[in-house]
C-alpha cells in the first residue's frame, strides 16, 4: 500500500472515530419514542447521513388548554445531520421552532411574538402544568426547560435534538453538584462533555438555545446571520442571538441572497396568521 492511502486510511478511522462523538448516538436516537399517551406518535428513520423523525407534535402527558389554545396533530418532520458540522459563524434562531424533543414536541425560540420574553418578566405567558402550551395553530411546545413532565430531574438526560443536530440534555449532568445554568455554557448554551458537545436546557435564560453551533441544512431558512451583540438581552443575563435581528440590519446587507432571506424571514415573522405564542 502507497504511503498515501494509508494516510487516507488512517483519515478515515479517524473521521469514523469522529462520527461517534457528534450528533446523536444510535442509543440516543432510540430514545425517540412515545407512550401513543393523547394522540402522540413518532417514527424515526435513517440514512447513512440523516436522522428523520416525523412526529404528530402532540405531547404524550396531560396537557391543558391555558393561553387558551388547544393542541392538535402536526405533521412535524425534522431532519437533522448524524454527523454535525460546526458553523463557522453560530447560526441565528428562528422564531418558532429549533428543536425538537425526544417525544416529537417543539422547542421554540425563547422569544414570543413582540420579540419579547415568553417565559420570564412582564411579557411571561401562560404554561400548563407540563410547562408547555399551544400556538393558535394547535402547535404544542415549549419554550423552557419542560421540568414538570417530560424530564425530572433525571441525571443525563437527553430531553431532544436541535435542528442542527445536536443533542439537548437536562441540566443534572454527571460530575456537576448542582443543575447547570448558563453561566457554565457557551454562547450556544452548549459544552462539550467527553469529547461530545451537547446543548444543555437550564432553568435561567435562554432555557434552551442561545444560538446554533452546528451548521442547519435546511434550506428554508437562512440561520448564518452574525449576531453583533448580546446586550439586547443582557437584562436576562445570558447570550441570545435570534433571526429577527437581521431586520435591524437590514443596511448591511451585502448580498441578493441575504436579502431574499431577509424578505422571507420578515415574512415569516410577520405573517397575521400565525402568531409564535
Ligand atoms: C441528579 O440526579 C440524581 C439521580 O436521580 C440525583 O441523585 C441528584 O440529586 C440530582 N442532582 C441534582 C443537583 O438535583
Not at 461517534?20 to 444510535?26: D, I, V, Y
Amino acid at each position: 500500500m502507497a504511503p498515501v492511502s494509508l494516510v487516507t486510511v488512517t483519515m478515515v478511522t479517524l473521521c469514523l472515530y469522529c462520527d461517534m462523538t457528534t450528533g446523536l448516538s444510535t442509543s440516543e436516537a432510540a430514545q425517540f419514542t412515545v407512550s401513543g399517551s393523547y394522540s402522540a406518535t413518532l417514527t424515526v428513520s435513517s440514512t447513512s447521513t440523516t436522522y428523520t423523525i416525523s412526529s404528530s407534535g402532540m405531547p404524550d402527558h396531560a396537557w391543558q388548554s391555558v393561553n387558551p389554545n388547544t393542541p392538535t396533530a402536526q405533521n412535524h418532520v425534522v431532519t437533522v445531520p448524524k454527523t454535525p458540522t460546526v458553523a463557522s459563524t453560530k447560526g441565528c434562531l428562528p422564531m418558532g421552532q429549533i428543536a425538537i424533543t425526544r417525544t416529537g414536541v417543539s422547542l421554540y425560540n425563547p422569544l414570543a411574538s413582540g420579540y419579547v420574553n415568553a417565559v420570564e418578566g412582564s411579557s411571561a405567558e401562560t404554561f400548563d402544568s407540563c410547562d408547555g402550551h399551544a400556538t393558535d395553530r394547535g402547535d404544542y411546545h415549549y419554550h423552557k426547560l419542560p421540568s414538570s413532565c417530560l424530564w425530572q430531574n433525571e441525571l443525563d438526560y437527553l430531553i431532544g435534538v436541535a435542528m442542527d443536530g445536536y443533542p439537548i440534555y437536562g441540566p443534572n449532568t454527571t460530575g456537576y453538584s448542582a443543575w447547570l445554568t448558563t453561566s457554565s455554557l457557551d454562547d450556544c448554551h452548549g459544552i462539550t462533555i467527553g469529547g461530545e458537545y451537547r446543548y444543555v436546557a437550564t432553568t435561567d435564560f435562554p432555557y434552551l438555545l442561545g444560538c446554533f453551533h452546528g451548521v442547519i441544512s435546511d434550506s428554508s431558512f437562512d440561520t448564518t446571520y452574525s449576531c453583533s451583540s448580546s446586550t439586547n438581552y443582557a437584562q436576562w443575563n445570558g447570550y441570545l442571538c435570534s433571526c429577527h435581528e437581521l431586520s435591524n440590519a437590514a443596511n448591511s446587507l451585502t448580498s441578493l441572497s441575504q436579502i431574499v432571506t431577509l424578505v422571507g424571514l420578515v415574512a415569516m415573522s410577520t405573517a397575521p396568521s400565525q402568531q409564535f405564542l
